[in-house]
């Protein structure tokens, strides 16, 4: 096996340590460079620091540390890294800045050397504009924090060279981590598909459908990790603001990307989140907990009639089985009906719009079912003499009901299909593929399923019904269906 070649890292701040750390691992010789004097050895200290507690708790060995150790090396000045076959930089994100290190680490090393840039925003064709070798600089875009995080967006501009991309494609995959290919647009992958994450929920904020802790609930009964709002109070209002804002301005101020009111008056509040104490939440306490809401037990021995075919039907039929299913039968809609309450699964329109237009005295709507037993599952009432009744009847399935606005497509429901729609049209642009983009959201923000999956679950009628119900209440731009849907394609 070949020796591993020199690396030259430039901004040791949160990323480049972190990436630093995981070449080393891999067994290049790291050059740390950074302009804050000092910041290069303190960084090496910081990984020491960081290996101390893994060694204590046996997940790697001394000698492994100290010989990973011994191949960082801080340096006083760039030219004393000139030896390096790659560059990778993580300095401050900034267009001008970025232009001139790579001008000069151009003139610096090798002819054949790789350069690489991890930033999040700025586009490489950009970066690469005026260089003399643009063909070598690709983009390289790790995720925080880089040693545990397996997501490395490999990002071509332009002029990038699909030999070089592909080298840093295999140089990922050697670092153990899983690289996925992405053209150079604004927010790339990750950061653009995951923006209906945010934006759906500050959207219902807005509206006051219903309340952060409750739509975190329910997101986190979908699967997700961490529902939008304790996610932004995590990053930080302002960073998240800061991106969003970046994505709209890039796309030209596309009002799909519009950033919202909501958090622009927190970030002006100075209501950044866990950092600064308060965002949706107050820290340390976090979010308040779930008020139970007004709900009518099912009264024993009576019928649940499962409506509709298909995997929802399945599981509500099973759901319903102890409470005895009438039977599930053929139906227009997917649900359940109670005497004259029918709960429907929603299919983007609110509870009132289909008691209106279908003459139906009873209504309620529900969000996609939980994929965890006992999760959070939303519901709207068309009138609110059958909340109780609808809630009773969620409970009695074994979730936990929660109330909101009768707003199109409740949270679950809309949320998914904005970042299936999301991805769909950046598979359109030839951005990524859609097993790029699963894997991306899966390992970049661990999402529980890529939006592939989820288009796969849900099935592109019921997505395209979703997107244009919004459309419909809404109007406008922002809920547009991607023509890669209307299509019909599904690889
Ligand atoms: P940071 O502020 O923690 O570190 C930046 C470091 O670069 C500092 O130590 C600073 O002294 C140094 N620096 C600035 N200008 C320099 C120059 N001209 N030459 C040498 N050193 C210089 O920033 P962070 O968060 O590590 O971000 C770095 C890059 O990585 C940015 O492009 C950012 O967009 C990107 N990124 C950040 C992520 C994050 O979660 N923080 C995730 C993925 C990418």
């Known amino acids: 096996m070949s020796t591993p070649q020199d690396i030259l890292l430039i901004g040791v701040g949160v990323m480049g340590q972190g990436i630093a750390q995981v070449a080393a691992q891999a067994g290049h010789r790291v050059f740390l460079f950074d302009q804050l004097e000092g910041a290069a050895a303190k960084a090496r200290e910081k990984i020491a620091a960081t290996f101390d507690k893994l060694v204590a708790k046996g997940k790697l060995t001394r000698a ?104 840093v494609e295999q140089l990922a995959r050697a670092w153990g981590k899983t690289p996925v290919h992405a053209r150079s647009t604004p927010g790339f992958i990750v950061n653009r598909i995951a923006r209906p994450y945010y934006a759906e929920a500050l959207m219902l904020l807005q509206e006051r459908a219903l309340a952060p802790e409750q739509l975190d609930a329910l997101l986190r009964g979908a699967g997700f990790r961490m529902g939008p709002c304790e996610l932004m109070d995590l990053i930080g209002l302002d960073t998240n603001y800061a991106v969003t804002q970046t994505v709209f301005a890039a796309n030209f101020y596309d009002r799909r990307f519009t950033p919202s009111l909501v958090q622009r008056e927190l970030v002006e509040g100075g209501l950044y989140g866990r950092k600064s104490g308060q965002g949706f939440y107050r820290y340390p306490e976090g979010a308040p907990a779930l008020t139970p809401c007004a709900s009518t037990a099912l009264a024993p021995g009576r019928g649940i009639e499962v409506h509709g075919s298909g995997a929802v039907a399945s599981l509500l039929a099973e759901a319903a089985r102890e409470h005895g299913v009438t039977h599930a039968r053929a139906s227009a809609w997917t649900g359940v009906q109670v005497g004259a309450l029918q709960l429907r699964q929603t299919d983007g329109r609110p509870a009132w719009q289909i008691a209106q237009s279908e003459g139906v005295a009873h209504v309620a709507v529900f969000d996609e079912l939980p994929t965890t037993a006992g999760g959070a599952i939303a519901f709207a009432a068309a009138h609110p003499q059958d909340a109780a009744q609808a809630a009773g009847v969620l409970a009695a399935l074994g979730w936990q009901p929660v109330q909101m606005a009768d707003a199109p497509g409740l949270a679950v429901a809309r949320t998914l299909a904005m970042l299936v729609n999301e991805a769909a049209d950046a598979v359109l642009q030839g951005v990524c593929t859609p097993d790029g983009a699963d894997a991306a959201m899966k390992l970049g923000v661990n999402y529980p399923a890529g939006p592939f999956e989820w288009l796969q679950r849900l099935g592109r009628a019921r997505v395209v019904h979703l997107i244009e119900a919004l459309d419909a209440c809404y109007r406008g731009e922002r809920y547009r269906v991607s023509p890669w849907l209307r299509r019909g394609e599904t690889t």
């Open 64 to 167: 492994d540390t100290d010989a990973t150790l011994a191949r960082l090396v801080p340096i006083a000045t760039l030219a004393d890294g000139r030896s390096a076959l790659l560059a990778i930089e993580a300095v401050v994100e900034r267009l001008d800045v970025k232009h001139s290190l790579f001008q000069q680490l151009e003139d610096l090393l090798p002819e054949g050397a790789i350069l690489a840039t991890n930033t999040s925003s700025i586009s490489v064709t950009a970066i690469g504009a005026g260089l003399k070798r643009p063909e070598r600089l690709v983009g390289m875009h790790f995720f925080n924090p880089a040693p545990l995080m397996k997501l490395v967006e490999v990002v071509h501009g332009l002029r990038t060279d699909v030999a070089i991309a592909t080298q």
